[in-house]
């Protein structure tokens, strides 16, 4: 995820100083490149997550349900919900892909038009899912940071500090 904000990041730089004021880029041809490579790097930088992103946000949900009521930030719900809906169609763009190249001729493999024109729209339409994914991903760890800091209905109640005897002199 920190991975993917530092691609976001990049590109806004990027799009500040190649567009006019209005947002139009200064080469078309040059920020659609640009614009592709950041689709593929951001892609890239999910697949790390993408096998495991469905178990981290079920345990981000029971990590929520148990928090008390007063350590939970009122958008958590909101932003997973954003990634789940993120994920299913991520999931759904993938399965896409995969049946778009074993349709592709033997002929098509990495570095050919075909193939990469394929991937390249592959990326380009999962693109704003990985968006969500790097602007919403955070809400992840601060959920566990909010869990690792509640205490834990499992756990006995600390025992009361005795009360100071006044009877006992001070020790010098």
Same mark, same amino acid.
Do not use: C
């Given at each position: 995820?920190?991975?993917?904000?530092? %691609?976001?990041?990049?590109?806004?730089?990027?799009?500040?100083e190649?567009?006019?004021?209005?947002?139009?880029?200064? /080469?078309?041809?040059?920020?659609?490149? $640009?614009?592709?490579? @950041? /689709?593929?790097?951001?892609?890239?930088?999910?697949?790390?997550? $993408?096998?495991?992103?469905?178990?981290?946000?079920? +345990?981000? *949900?029971?990590?929520?349900?148990?928090?008390? &009521?007063?350590?939970?930030?009122? $958008?958590?719900?909101?932003?997973?919900?954003?990634?789940?809906?993120?994920?299913? $169609?991520?999931?759904?763009?993938?399965?896409?892909?995969? *049946?778009t190249r074993?349709?592709?001729?033997? +002929?098509?493999?990495?570095? +050919?038009?075909?193939? /990469?024109?394929?991937?390249?729209?592959?990326?380009? &339409?999962?693109?704003?899912?990985?968006?969500?994914?790097?602007? #919403?991903?955070?809400?992840?760890?601060e %959920? #566990?940071?909010?869990? @690792?800091?509640?205490?834990?209905?499992?756990?006995?109640?600390?025992?009361?500090?005795?009360?100071?005897?006044?009877?006992?002199?001070? @020790?010098?």
């Amino acid at each position: 995820m920190s991975d993917s904000k530092k %691609i976001l990041d990049a590109w806004d730089a990027y799009s500040d100083e190649h567009t006019d004021l209005d947002g139009w880029p200064y /080469d078309d041809h040059a920020y659609g490149l $640009r614009a592709s490579q @950041r /689709d593929a790097d951001t892609a890239e930088a999910f697949e790390s997550l $993408r096998y495991g992103a469905r178990h981290l946000l079920a +345990t981000a *949900e029971t990590q929520l349900g148990s928090l008390p &009521e007063g350590a939970v930030q009122s $958008r958590w719900i909101y932003q997973l919900s954003v990634l789940h809906a993120a994920l299913d $169609r991520l999931e759904q763009l993938h399965e896409q892909w995969l *049946e778009t190249r074993d349709s592709l001729p033997a +002929t098509a493999k990495p570095g +050919t038009t075909a193939f /990469d024109d394929a991937l390249a729209e592959y990326h380009a &339409e999962s693109w704003s899912y990985l968006d969500d994914w790097a602007t #919403n991903g955070k809400t992840l760890r601060e %959920i #566990n940071a909010a869990a @690792r800091k509640a205490p834990s209905p499992l756990a006995p109640a600390p025992a009361p500090a005795p009360a100071a005897d006044r009877r006992t002199p001070a @020790r010098k």
